[in-house]
């Protein structure tokens, strides 16, 4: 039986790796992890709810939240700002909900910075020609902007002992990585530093 | 797919907590795993084989390789001794194979201090009161032996913080203790201190 407080799980590597299919996949096979909210500054879409797809803040108010230091980690993208707060990351832990992240690798390290809890697992394909494949076998980008993602990527690896985990997503074999990611989210619970004393208390009691 | 040295792997904890029959449920359903075999002083039983059920050594040669350093831990039980080889560990997990192990407490501590690779796992009952339910089950001792186990169970608790992992094998539920173990087993392959540089340089090779 799960009890007790949920934990911070941040998948993060090189574009191309699989983390939206992976994360994907856990997400619908494990009903007490939940994908973490990110507050943004962009107009809400169509359909798109406050609390429930994004936390909607004006620019002000997200600077706000960032110069207080409530904010896990942040990035600016499209000219908007994108981040995590962490007192909604701390009350859905609280309430016993594992979340589940895929920040890029130094918004990873980031949250490790800021949450020491957070459990990061560095996504990894089994060879790099194989991103190249993935990336130009999405037809969104640019050769030139492959070029790039591979050189970013090359760059991300340098990070990868600052991670608590390596994932290797090898071609051909999604269900290997994801029977990793769940066994990972699995032992964590285990590990000895998740008991409280008080748990342990509660074990000898008579 | 899983490759490289194979990791070895430490379950211990208070008699009645279920250590016998969780791991013979691990060694049942993982293929990769073996079970450590002891070298020991004690006379071959009819049908023990040499290398499979035990190393049989002679007192002289116990000693011996106790003196040298060769045995991670060992203990006497009924004036015969018993240890766990360095050398046939090392052999093992270099071919590959994940090695388990079910010391007592103390043997576990020495495991570890021997050999800082060793994982660690205490099985622990959801609650003291099943150790007695479990022992006295049993009907193989007498009210002082287990009130005796449960002091010791109470003295070996006062070590579970050296552990890596705690697994609760809650009363009627070994299922879920299973899963744990085999989330660990499968999880540790993954910790990054487990990645060579050499691994990691495979991944990126272009």
Redesign the interface.
Known sequence: ?ITGPGLLFVVSGPSGAGKDTLVDALLARLPRLRYSISATTRAPRAGEEEGKHYFFLSRDAFERRLAAGELLEWREYNGNLYGTPRDYIERTIAQGYDLIMKPEVNGALAVKAAYADAVL??L??????ILRERLTARRTETTEQIARRLEIA?EE?KF??S??????N?QG?PQ?AI??L???L???????HR?TEET?E?????
Chains 1, 2 share one sequence.
């Not at 990894?124 to 020609?129: E, K, N, V």
């Not at 699995?186 to 000895?192: N, Q, S, T």
Request: aromatic share 12%.
């Open positions: 039986m697992i560095f990894a394909p089994d060879r790099f020609p090359e690896m990868v002992r991670f608590d985990y390596i994932v290797v090898a074999r290997e029977g990793d769940e066994a990972i699995r032992a964590e619970r285990c590990r000895i008991y342990i509660n074990i000898r009691r008579p």
